[in-house]
T-cell receptor, first 115, second 113 residues
């Protein structure tokens, strides 16, 4: 078990460019979550998947954001036409949903800087 | 609206003493509460949780207390160790909310020698 991995760890992009982040969850986990953390704040929920189905999206996820989880394994988060306000740490978490409460395991995050 | 609040951005404690981190919440629909620890350049790491039907949960040096009437929970670390120095986030889950978590803003704990 290598834990949740995210790639890249850091991304610097110019305003208006598109960026894509990847998350590889713990292999047997069926739930995958994306959160965003800005300076001085806690992580904020963006969206989550149960296997390949995207079940909920936060209102924080504007039309410029899209997430996928093809085949219920890894997930990608794409931001189109980036804005300076998109600068944040993007965190991915996974869990094995078996009913009741199941803790989420977080990856190290991708730090995005939009210049 | 900040549904989970950690009003102390930082806390400094001497090694061996007790650390008490506090968290308040406003949403009565929260049914599970968690504490995560975060080191720089790493993702949050799950520490301990408590169901809303309990008022205490203990795991080694870590104990979480829940006061539902006051909508308040606290994390006690005793004895505190230098390796405990990190940012601690309080988080909560709404019943039937897909297990998505609502986090507080975090408390930076520094354990001094």
């Amino acid at each position: 078990d290598t834990g949740v991995s995210q790639d890249p760890r850091h991304k610097i992009t110019k305003r208006g460019q598109n960026v894509t982040f990847r998350c590889d969850p713990i292999s047997e986990h069926n739930r995958l979550y994306w959160y965003r953390q800005t300076l001085g704040q806690g992580p904020e929920f963006l969206t989550y998947f149960q296997n390949e189905a995207q079940l909920e999206k936060s209102r924080l996820l504007s039309d410029r954001f899209s997430a996928e989880r093809p085949k219920g394994s890894f997930s990608t988060l794409e931001i189109q036409r980036t804005e300076q306000g998109d600068s944040a740490m993007y965190l991915c978490a996974s869990s094995l949903q078996t009913g009741g409460f199941n803790e989420q395991y977080f990856g190290p995050g991708t730090r995005l800087t939009v210049t | 609206d900040q549904q989970v609040k950690q009003n102390s951005p930082s806390l400094s404690v001497q090694e061996g003493r007790i650390s008490i981190l506090n968290c308040d919440y406003t949403n009565s629909m929260f049914d599970y509460f968690l504490w995560y620890k975060k080191y720089p350049a790493e993702g949050p790491t799950f520490l301990i949780s408590i169901s809303s039907i309990k008022d205490k949960n203990e795991d080694g040096r870590f104990t979480v207390f829940l006061n539902k009437s006051a909508k308040h929970l606290s994390l006690h670390i005793v004895p505190s160790q230098p390796g405990d120095s990190a940012v601690y986030f309080c988080a909560a889950r709404v019943t039937g909310g897909g297990n998505k978590l609502t986090f507080g803003t975090g408390t930076q704990l520094k354990v001094e020698l």
